[in-house]
């Protein structure tokens, strides 16, 4: 059996949160209760009354999470679902207008995706954005994420809904990687939609949630039944929502003490710099969220500095989990105006709520070794 190289720690270091959370003990309780609940929430019997029970708890619990309404959220089978459902069922009628730093979820459920483009710092050019509001009067669908899921980087959500007003729009946002990281009020935001993703906040996988505007239904994806208000057909999944449920309630009590990363975010970031060649850390003049560094190291390409510190022990991303198998360029990094070399490069290391100061002692140590064996000649 190899050892992994120069491992002296006994677990592994987990630094992919933005890929997926580990999921809280309190979620694997409820879910395991749940799952033990026999009725099909849609019966009226008892059986039946104590499965939607569940559901509407969590319903509740996501909607508190976010500042919206329990009749404004839905479940689904996860963010990519509720990304589709909405740009799908608007694409027939409205322009899609997207930024170019989007969720692939987002950037290819539609057909005529017009992209908008973003400043050097990840934040969306609001002028180019009215440009092309401007040069065509059509009934557009804006789809902008809240928070970058490579950078972190923070979109003004308010400033371009205020931009909005003076067009017929609607304005969807893929809120997955900002719930839970900072706060999120639905009704002050002035969006139509929101996205959410359930093993984001360390909640079960394969669930989600759209968040629907007063006076708006997105659109049927799935046809056949009544459920989810008539939204979404299909047995729901009780015990995953019910998970959702417990996960939210965790994200929202943790709100406060999430910024407290910002410190291990800049421990990591002082110990990437200290690489014997050119680090850049991208989105570092916008705001962020304290979780998320992504940083392009000259002269390595992210998939060789992946698989070395992997062997380790410890997990990072090179991107996005969804492209992750893939050596092209990073086209979050490239519509920030970045190099192909540069986009190759981009390391993404995200934290979370199960992250200690262990985990990041554990990095330094294996990239200041990793450094050390693949630069000899930096070597003292």
Known sequence: MMTPMNQTHTKRTYLDYNATTPIRPEVVKGVCMAME??????????????????????????????????????????????????????ASHRRLLVSATEHPSVLYAGVDVETIPVHSTGLINLDALKELLDKDTRPSFV??????????????????????????????????????????????????????????????????????????????LIHGGGQERQQRAG????????????????????????????TYRDQLEATLKNAPTDVIIHGHDAPRVPN???????????????????LAGISVSTGSACSSGSVQASHVLTAMGATESQAKSGLRLSMGWATTQDDIDAFTQ???????????????
């Not at 809240?146 to 931009?163: F, M, R, S, Y």
């Not at 990239?367 to 630069?375: A, F, G, Q």
Request: hydrophobic letters at 40%; a neutral charge.
């Open 37 to 90: 609940t026999i009725g099909n929430p849609s019966s009226i019997h008892h059986e039946g009354r104590q499965a939607r029970k569940l559901i509407e708890q969590a319903r509740a619990q996501v909607a508190e999470l976010v500042g919206a309404q329990t009749k404004q959220v839905i479940f689904t089978s996860g963010a990519t679902e509720a990304n589709n459902m909405v740009l799908k069922g608007y």
């Open 143 to 220: 789809s902008i994420m809240a928070v970058n899921n490579e950078t972190g980087v923070i979109q003004p959500l308010k400033d371009i809904a205020t931009l909005l007003k003076n067009y017929e729009c609607l304005f969807h946002s893929d809120a997955v990687q900002a719930v839970g990281r900072i706060p999120l009020y639905f009704s002050t935001l002035n969006v139509d939609f929101m996205s959410l993703s359930a093993h984001k906040i360390g909640g079960p996988h394969g669930v989600g949630a759209i968040i629907m505007g007063k006076g708006t239904n997105p659109p049927k």
């Open 235 to 262: 047995t729901e999944n009780v015990a995953g929502i019910y998970g959702f449920g417990i996960a939210a309630a965790c994200a929202l009590n943790g709100l406060e003490t999430y910024k407290n990363l910002e």
């Open 292 to 310: 998320t560094i992504s940083a392009s190291i000259a002269g390595f390409e992210a998939s060789t500095l992946l698989m070395n510190l992997d």
């Open 366 to 380: 294996a990239w200041t070794t990793l450094m050390e064996r693949l630069t000899p000649s930096c070597q003292n």
